[in-house]
Nanobody, 123 residues
Framework: QVQLVESGGGLVQPGGSLRLSCSAS????????LAWFRQAPGREREFVGT????????DYADSVKGRFTIFQDNDKNTMYLQMNTLEPEDTAVYYC????????????????WGQGTQVTVSS
């Protein structure tokens, strides 16, 4: 059974940092791309970044480049999203997603989803 479980969300002040985790199980990670998406109230779910698990290559949305970093722990089958210099505009529910094959930025291409974790950036 495929499972993606996010954790690490919370309340942080502008300029602060937060690290999200996505624990994956039930599928072969090397044959998949994993990604982070986010959805703010009243807005569509948007791409944040992605990683090709087999070789660790990453790609990011322009809005988070230079501030967010995705990395993996192969022993723990866990993907992380390190978020630095957070802004109020980063407030959203963050979702972990996975798809077979190469990475994509289109939300419709992703097969598996986690339940989401809330990130709130506010003073």
């Amino acid at each position: 059974q495929v499972q993606l479980v996010e954790s690490g969300g919370g309340l942080v002040q502008p300029g602060g940092s937060l690290r999200l985790s996505c624990s994956a199980s039930g599928f072969i990670l090397n044959y998949h791309a994993l990604a982070w998406f986010r959805q703010a109230p009243g807005r569509e779910r948007e791409f944040v970044g992605t990683i090709a698990w087999s070789h660790g290559l990453t790609d990011y949305a322009d809005s988070v480049k230079g501030r967010f970093t995705i990395f993996q722990d192969n022993d723990k089958n866990t993907m992380y999203l390190q978020m630095n210099t957070l802004e109020p505009e980063d407030t959203a529910v963050y979702y972990c997603a996975a798809k077979p094959g190469t990475w994509a930025i289109d939300v419709k291409r992703y097969t598996y989803w986690g339940q989401g974790t809330q990130v709130t950036v506010s003073s």
